[in-house]
Antibody
C-alpha cells in the first residue's frame, strides 16, 4: 500500500528556514518521482518541485534559489528546505508520488 | 507559465444529474508523443487532492466510471454522470506538460 506522510514544524518564524520531511512506504524512491505542492488556505495548488527517481531535481522558478529538495533512499525520505520564509509562505504542504498518490499534508504557519 | 482557466467557479447539482467542468490551457498540452498532459483532481473537504483523470481521458485506479475526461489540445472537460453526495468538493485541472506544473483555480461542486 502506497503511503506518504509529511512532517515538520507547524510554526516557523519569518526569515527562518522551513524543513519538511516526506516519509514514504509501499514503493521505492528510486522508481518513482516525489513532488512537493503547496496550497494556501482556500486557494489552488502550487507546484514547488520534484525529486526524480534518478536523484535529479526540478524546481519551480517562482521559488528561485530559496528551495532545495533532497532525499535519503535508505530511509525512504524526501526533504524540502526553503529559506527566507515570509508570511505568504503560510499554507499546507503536500508531497505526492507522481502527483498521483498524495500525503495528508502538513500545515505550516509563518509568524513571529 | 501555462495558465489553466476553469469554468464555472462553482456548480450546484441535483443528485443523480450530470455535471460538466471546463478547463482551458493557455498553450497546447499535446506532447509530440501523442499524449495530452492534462489531469483532473478532486479535493474533498479537509482532505488531500485525489487523482481522478490522467492524461486527459484515463480513469485513475479506483475512480468510479461515472467520471470521464475529454478534450482537445487546449480545451478540456470533466464530466460527472449521476452525481452522488461523495462527489462534493473542489475539482482542479492541472497541466503536467512542462515546468512549472500549474493548476486551475478550482470548481466547487455542491449538491442542490
Amino acid at each position: 500500500q502506497v503511503q506518504l506522510k509529511e512532517s515538520g514544524p507547524g510554526l516557523v518564524q519569518p526569515s527562518q528556514t522551513l524543513s519538511l520531511t516526506c516519509t514514504v512506504s509501499g514503493f521505492s524512491l528510486t522508481s518513482y518521482s516525489v513532488h512537493w505542492v503547496r496550497q494556501h488556505s482556500g486557494k489552488s495548488l502550487e507546484w514547488m518541485g520534484r525529486m526524480w527517481s534518478d536523484g535529479d531535481t526540478s524546481y519551480n522558478s517562482a521559488f528561485t534559489s530559496r528551495l532545495s529538495i533532497s532525499r535519503d533512499t535508505s530511509k525512504s525520505q524526501v526533504f524540502l528546505k526553503m529559506n527566507s520564509l515570509q508570511t505568504e509562505d503560510t499554507g499546507t504542504y503536500y508531497c505526492a508520488r507522481n502527483l498521483k498518490d498524495w500525503g495528508q499534508g502538513v500545515m505550516v504557519t509563518v509568524s513571529s | 507559465d501555462i495558465v489553466m482557466t476553469q469554468a464555472p467557479l462553482s456548480v450546484s447539482v441535483t443528485p443523480g444529474e450530470s455535471a460538466s467542468i471546463s478547463c482551458r490551457s493557455s498553450k497546447s498540452l499535446l506532447h509530440s508523443n501523442g499524449i495530452t498532459y492534462v489531469y483532473w483532481y478532486l479535493q474533498k473537504p479537509g482532505k488531500s487532492p485525489q487523482l481522478l483523470i490522467y492524461r486527459m481521458s484515463n480513469l485513475a485506479s479506483g475512480v468510479p466510471d461515472r467520471f470521464s475526461g475529454s478534450g482537445s489540445e487546449t480545451d478540456f472537460t470533466l464530466k460527472i454522470s449521476r452525481v452522488e453526495a461523495e462527489d462534493v468538493g473542489i475539482y482542479y485541472c492541472g497541466q503536467l506538460l512542462e515546468n512549472p506544473y500549474t493548476f486551475g483555480a478550482g470548481t466547487k461542486l455542491e449538491l442542490k
